[in-house]
């Protein structure tokens, strides 16, 4: 008998949640499409998707936390899809956001969450003309 899963999400702890709306609905446009709250449990569970009917990413806060979760390294990555990862890049530099690894080869670069989660940033349909300032941009940090 074949065993088949189906994906349900991507879940990342944040510890502020404004910081995390405003990084993920307001820079990557991802949507609220909905929320649970346990007042016993200390904790809420934010669900955003990238386009209708894509596998959300669930936002953990637990209320009580005041330390910093760690870097997220262990975790992996959260991969999108974007239209032109030059343009995207731009605009996320220009709201303060370190490209970590730039798109040298107009395909490919990562960024971090406000929590340390990495990102990667795929190029749709294929690889972009490889371009200035991106192709001689060296990486910086850890991904």
């Not at 990084?23 to 649970?36: N, S, V």
Request: one cysteine or more; aromatic letters at 10%.
């Amino acid at each position: 008998m074949e065993n088949k899963m189906k994906f349900l999400h991507t879940m990342v702890r944040v510890l502020d949640e404004k910081r995390a709306m405003h990084f993920f609905c307001d820079l990557l446009g991802f949507k609220e499409i909905r929320r649970y709250e346990s007042e016993e449990g200390r904790f809420s569970l934010i669900y955003l998707e990238s386009s209708p009917g894509d596998p959300p990413v669930e936002l953990t806060v637990n209320w009580d936390e005041k330390e910093p979760y760690s870097d997220g390294r262990n975790f992996g990555h959260i991969a999108l899809e974007v239209d032109n990862i030059y343009d995207t890049c731009a605009m996320l530099q220009e709201n303060g956001i370190t490209i970590l690894r730039p798109p040298r080869d107009g395909r490919m670069a990562f960024i971090k969450t406000p929590d340390g989660i990495s990102i990667e940033l795929l190029q749709a349909n294929g690889s972009l003309e490889i371009a200035e300032p991106w192709a001689s941009m060296p990486s910086t940090g850890s991904w």
